[in-house]
T-cell receptor
Framework: TQLLEQSPQFLSIQEGENLTVYCNSS?????LQWYRQEPGEGPVLLVT?????EVKKLKRLTFQFGDARKDSSLHITAAQPGDTGLYLC?????????????FGKGTLLTVNP | ETGVTQTPRHLVMGMTNKKSLKCEQH?????MYWYKQSAKKPLELMFV???????ENNSVPSRFSPECPNSSHLFLHLHTLQPEDSALYLC?????????????????FGPGTRLLVL
């Protein structure tokens, strides 16, 4: 069974601070996706990283895929209250005929004004 | 806007009731998924339909029965549920493919149905 460990589980910071959340596994994934889920809503895809070592930027968010494609990080610069939500990482399983995602438990981020 | 709708948004049912959850996608996708999201647990994949064929049943108890009449609609029929089945049930869709291409299958989620079993 492939597992994804996300840390920290909870994070509460002040507006303007920087933060990094992590997603780690002992398994290799074909790709890794980051989602944000707001209360009462389903997860919304933020980014997909495919290549080992890949870095993608989305405004104040920077995503990195580990060289070995087993881990990933999300860095937010100058966090804003609108960044509040549950951040989920999901690894795409390698091989096979079915497309499956393995999700972590998520990091619940609260950005206080 | 995700283009995936779910009804009802909230459902309270007794253990002897029969109910159904509905999911509809307006994105022209061919793959649809049911997930269960419980507190303090990762999102759990329940069922996958690809081109209307069930391709995954992740050891889900038979009291959950999926139905996919066409590529736009997905149902989850519920019967004699247990209190531990209370959770947020999420539907998702993706383009779907006969050939798996890494990183090409973005899943779009609906808002979920919050289910409480009494």
């Amino acid at each position: 069974t492939q597992l994804l460990e996300q840390s920290p589980q909870f994070l509460s910071i002040q507006e303007g601070e920087n933060l990094t959340v992590y997603c780690n596994s002992s398994s290799v994934f074909s790709s890794l996706q980051w989602y944000r889920q707001e209360p009462g809503e389903g997860p919304v895809l933020l980014v997909t990283v495919v290549t080992g070592g890949e870095v993608k930027k989305l405004k104040r968010l920077t995503f990195q895929f580990g060289d070995a494609r087993k881990d990933s990080s999300l860095h937010i610069t100058a966090a804003q209250p609108g960044d509040t939500g549950l951040y989920l990482c999901a690894g795409e399983n390698s091989g096979g005929s079915n497309y499956k995602l393995t999700f972590g438990k998520g990091t619940l981020l609260t950005v206080n004004p | 806007e995700t283009g995936v709708t779910q009804t009802p948004r909230h459902l309270v049912m007794g253990m002897t009731n029969k109910k159904s959850l509905k999911c509809e996608q307006h994105l022209g996708h061919n793959a649809m998924y049911w997930y269960k999201q419980s507190a303090k647990k990762p999102l759990e994949l329940m069922f996958v339909y690809n081109f209307k064929e069930q391709t995954e049943n992740n050891s889900v108890p038979s009291r959950f029965s999926p139905e996919c009449p066409n590529s736009s609609h997905l149902f989850l029929h519920l019967h004699t549920l247990q209190p531990e089945d209370s959770a947020l049930y999420l539907c998702a869709s993706s383009q779907g493919s006969k050939v798996q291409l890494a990183g090409r299958e973005t899943q779009y989620f609906g808002p979920g149905t919050r289910l409480l079993v009494l």
